[in-house]
């Protein structure tokens, strides 16, 4: 057992299962020599090479497109986008292809690999090095969508991702890559996609939140007078249901937190499934505090748009008051 | 016979100006003292705005900040050979066009500094905000080019990106449209040899970026980018070329990113200080000086005093982008639509009641 950042356990997911898959290489910008911007793939090249740590030119195109034909080549590509504004240009590739390949070749082929992006604000960086892009990706059918809110998971789910049979999209908060340590197993273990966690049990309301803003919610439930429940999805897509509706029938109390904008935005689809299913145990709205329908703002504005514990106090305030 | 050459193909370097302050008389471009004059305090004044900014930046006064050190040859020789009615498709590099084309200073520390007020340019001025995804705004300069041709105006634009942005579909795509329609466009690359870690010559097994035109049948040109008169030169030939109507043009400025990617960035990491320094030799200021001095536009008692003016002019534009307001929040709402709709304006008003709400649980 090690304390880890959030970045250091990635780093050491990687470096693990490098060792145990020959197959996996990473790829990306300045992933190698450099060790990331970010330093999640610090050192790795030293100790695989450059023919498995690989520098490419710039082109998240490229890296995605070419991942594809990587996994069907038999690699396990682990590509890395450097920051979530600079996806977009491979998005193509990820809905038109890699979602599709195993359907397509009715089940022939497929292209298990894993798209490592950094996402989210909190950071104070320049324009689309702030976004949180899990909703364009979880609407795809075909791939699976990750976000971790901790070290732990991280290297749990990370490892899942690597050894998952189907493509996994693996959204990193970088808000909290350094801001805080937890106890992390030094040998295998995995974290199930799929499978979300009740990180704090109450009985009053249930916040459900995912990446970073878990964080968030977490502080908002410790500050709180009422007993606060919090549900970690941990993967968007596919949506772990039973343990949102376990707490919804618990609570009857609902508030959904994400930092995407807040129209047809993941929460929109757990909202979806409470109504559908479990909406006699209600006692009040579900309620959603997120980034507002806005184009993610400078770093001036930046802390306006993002959820804070006083918009989720506020928002508990009011449904518990309903 | 099965086999025949179809077309060959050969790739030009130009310089004018060379690192001991000579030119080349027959390529020289005819520029009145004035003209030189003003290129060097341009580039001085970019140096120090640049120097400025990455000092404003380590005292935490300023947001991540590209430093262009060096590459002011590029920057200011292709904004001189530019006219104020042309179209600037700027990448997150250009602090020398930016300054050449006359955008206040303390609005462009603003920019640095996340203000999405530092976007705003003035009217006479027709640069568009920055695009920092990498070549994606290229296309772009190709549309507004081809709307130019379509409307019979005279003015032209210009794209500029990196080596980095070679690698993208998009130059790619934006090249071929261009040819294809023959649009009164420049496309001006500042290979300065470093995409954040990956050197040029991992970024692409051909030896230049020019020749990458061949490929979309227009004309591209590698020339020194730290040879101020060379950039003139090619640019205002492609300039004047595509307002006459002969189509776009690429021009590869070949030159050297002598600081960090970003202030983010450590570049101890991948490449040799050797190397660095060895392109401090080519520096374009001081060759310009040298010129200048040799044709007497300029002695050490003048060349103080430009970069005094410099320094004062950069510092009264801290003073001023200092003193300027925060924006007022609600601008995240303002500019999305030109009439909001009614659900934006409900949740522009939940935002102004949430504010308000943060800021009386501060004040109790």
């Known amino acids: 057992m090690t304390e880890l950042t959030f970045v250091e356990a990635v780093n050491f997911a990687l470096k693990q299962e490098m060792r145990r898959d020959k197959s996996i290489v990473i790829l990306g910008e300045d992933v190698g020599r450099d060790g990331g911007v970010f330093r999640a793939t610090d050192g790795i090249q030293r100790l695989y090479g ?220 757990v909202s979806a499934r409470i109504a559908e299913r479990s909406i006699l145990n209600l006692k009040a709205p579900i309620m959603r505090v997120t980034g507002y329908d806005v184009t993610t703002p400078y770093p001036k504005l930046e802390d306006y748009n993002l959820p804070d514990a006083y918009r989720i106090s506020r928002a508990i305030s009011k449904i518990m008051e309903f | 016979m099965t086999k025949k050459v179809l077309d060959k193909f050969s790739v030009e370097w130009m310089q004018v100006l060379d690192e001991n302050g000579r030119t080349d008389r027959k390529l020289m471009p005819k520029l009145a003292a004035k003209t030189v004059q003003k290129m060097y305090e341009m580039m001085v004044l ?73 976007n705003i340019m003035p009217a006479d001025v027709n640069i568009l905000p920055v695009s920092v995804p990498v070549g994606t705004h290229i296309p772009h300069a190709v549309g507004l080019a081809w709307a130019m041709k379509m409307k019979k105006e005279r003015s032209v634009s210009a794209a500029y990106f990196g080596d980095g942005a070679t690698s993208k579909g998009d130059f790619h795509e934006a090249l071929n449209f261009a ?72 021009i590869e400025c070949f030159t050297y990113r002598m600081g960090d990617h970003t202030t983010s960035d450590d570049s101890k990491k991948y490449r040799q200080q050797k190397e660095v320094d060895a392109w401090r030799k080519k520096d374009p200021i001081m060759r310009l000086e040298k010129y200048m001095i040799k044709k007497k536009l300029l002695n050490e008692k003048k060349k103080v005093k430009i970069w005094e003016l410099a320094n004062s002019i950069v510092d009264k534009a801290v003073r001023e982008y200092e003193a300027i307001e925060r924006p007022d929040p609600t601008d995240m709402f303002r500019y999305l639509y030109r009439d909001m709709p009614k659900e934006l304006k409900d949740q522009l008003a939940e935002f102004q009641d949430t504010e308000k709400g943060k800021s009386s649980t501060k004040g109790a």
């Not at chain 1, 682990?78 to 491979?90: H, L, R, T």
């Not at chain 1, 937890?182 to 996609?193: A, F, K, L, N």
């Not at chain 2, 430093?67 to 920057?75: L, N, P």
């Open chain 2, 46 to 118: 970019t140096r120090v705005f640049d120097d400025k900014a990455f000092k404003l930046q380590r005292q935490g006064r300023l947001g991540t900040y590209g430093q262009s050190i060096g590459q002011e040859a590029s920057a200011v020789g292709s904004a001189m050979a530019l006219s104020k009615k042309d179209w600037i498709f700027p990448s997150f590099r250009e602090h020398g066009v930016f300054i050449t084309m006359g955008v206040p200073l303390a609005q462009y520390f603003q920019y640095w500094n996340g203000d999405e007020r530092g």
């Open chain 2, 179 to 250: 040819g294809v329609y023959k649009v009164p466009c420049v496309f001006i690359c500042q290979n300065n040899q470093w995409a954040i870690s990956l050197p040029f010559s991992r970024q692409t097994a051909a030896k230049t970026v020019a020749q990458k035109a061949v490929a979309y049948g227009i004309p591209g040109v590698r020339v020194d980018g730290n040879d101020v008169f060379a950039v003139y030169r090619a640019v205002k030939n492609a300039a004047d070329s595509a307002r006459k109507g002969n189509g776009p043009s690429l």
């Open chain 1, 50 to 269: 450059e023919s498995r740590v690989i520098d490419t030119p710039l082109s998240e195109l490229g890296i995605v497109g070419a991942s594809l034909g990587l996994a069907l080549g038999g690699m396990k590509p682990v590509a890395e986008i450097q920051f979530d504004g600079f996806v977009y240009g491979a998005f193509d590739q990820v809905i038109s292809h890699i979602s599709r390949m195993r359907n397509r070749s009715r089940g022939r082929y497929s292209c298990p690999l894993v798209i490592r992006i950094p996402y989210g604000g909190g950071i104070k960086a320049i324009e689309h090095h702030s976004e949180t892009p899990e909703t364009y990706f979880s609407h795809v059918p075909g791939i699976k969508v990750v976000m971790p809110s901790g070290p732990y998971d991280a290297k749990g789910l990370l490892l899942s991702a690597m050894r998952d049979p189907d493509p996994v999209i693996f959204f990193e908060p970088k808000k909290i890559y350094r801001s805080f340590r937890e106890d992390v197993p030094d040998g295998d273990y995995t974290v199930p996609i799929g499978q979300a966690a009740v990180k704090k049990e109450g009985t009053d309301v249930t916040l459900i939140s995912w990446g970073s803003s878990v964080r968030t919610c977490l502080e908002a439930a410790n500050s709180s007078d009422k007993s606060v429940e919090v549900v970690d999805l941990r993967t968007i897509s596919p949506m772990d249901t039973d343990t949102i509706l376990n707490s919804v029938q618990k609570t009857g109390r609902v508030l959904i937190v994400h930092e995407a904008p807040r129209s047809f935005g993941a929460g929109a689809e």
